[in-house]
């Protein structure tokens, strides 16, 4: 993770008289100073690591199934019983041309649920861009991971991915679970710090839902806002 990702965890939860936090966690750590001297290195092999990772491009929350190889039929099945079967199946796939993906066995899956599927130019990342860059910031935290002999990084996926999803997008300015869920998760942090509090005055269901559906429309407006202002700025 960034910098940037670090002071967005630590406002308001850590305070160290006379001290800057994100100095000491980013500066002090020889690791992490490593880590971004050599990132050039390790871009070249961004598609190998993890055999498969689900995105929601309107959310930016991702999904990494764990699964030990990229077959036509694991593939299939990770997609089905890993995303469809807990957030329902999406109008549209957008992948690259992957035999697991150009399989017969997926495009029977996808006429089956009636989902359009999509592909990329081939040898041109861009065309999926937002997979390609939550892969290259997956592989640094991989990379940023230290353990004594570093081959059980395949455990410790659902907790990198969790990191991923309570960090700040520097566009958009909102983190996945937020546009997600439409709230922030508690982090252990917050939860020994004191800083959550339960409410005393519990809404009731309707109510909380109107809430939840408005707090959702206002950060997706905010966020898609953000994204056109940032694509006008490219253009220009």
């Known amino acids: 993770m960034s910098r940037r990702d670090t002071e967005s965890h630590k406002e308001c939860d850590c305070y160290q008289a006379g001290k800057d936090v994100t100095d000491l966690l980013c500066q002090g750590c020889k690791h992490c100073q490593r880590l971004h001297e050599q990132w050039e290195w390790f871009e070249d092999d961004v598609d190998d690591v993890v055999p498969l990772a689900l995105r929601s491009i ?122 997600m869920l439409g709230r922030e998760v508690h982090q252990p942090q917050d939860i020994w710090s004191g800083t959550v509090e339960l409410k005393a005055n519990r809404m009731e269901a309707p109510e909380f839902l109107y809430d939840l559906e408005e707090g959702l429309k206002e950060a997706h407006n905010v966020a898609r806002e953000q994204l056109s202002n940032v694509r006008k700025r490219r253009m220009t």
């Open 58 to 179: 309107g959310h930016g929350d991702t999904e990494t199934p764990e699964t030990n190889d990229a077959s036509a039929e694991t593939t299939a099945r990770r997609v089905v019983y890993d995303f469809i079967a807990r957030f329902g199946a999406p109008l549209e796939l957008h992948m690259d041309q992957g035999h697991n993906f150009e399989s017969s066995l997926f495009n029977k899956v996808c006429r089956l649920l009636q989902i359009s599927k999509t592909r990329t130019t081939p040898y041109h990342p861009a065309s999926n861009v937002q997979v390609e860059w939550f892969n290259r910031t997956l592989l640094q935290m991989i990379r940023g991971y230290v353990d004594q002999n570093q081959r059980n990084w395949d455990e410790h996926l659902p907790l990198l991915t969790s990191a991923y999803r309570s960090s700040q997008h520097a566009i958009t300015g909102f983190t996945p679970n937020r546009l």
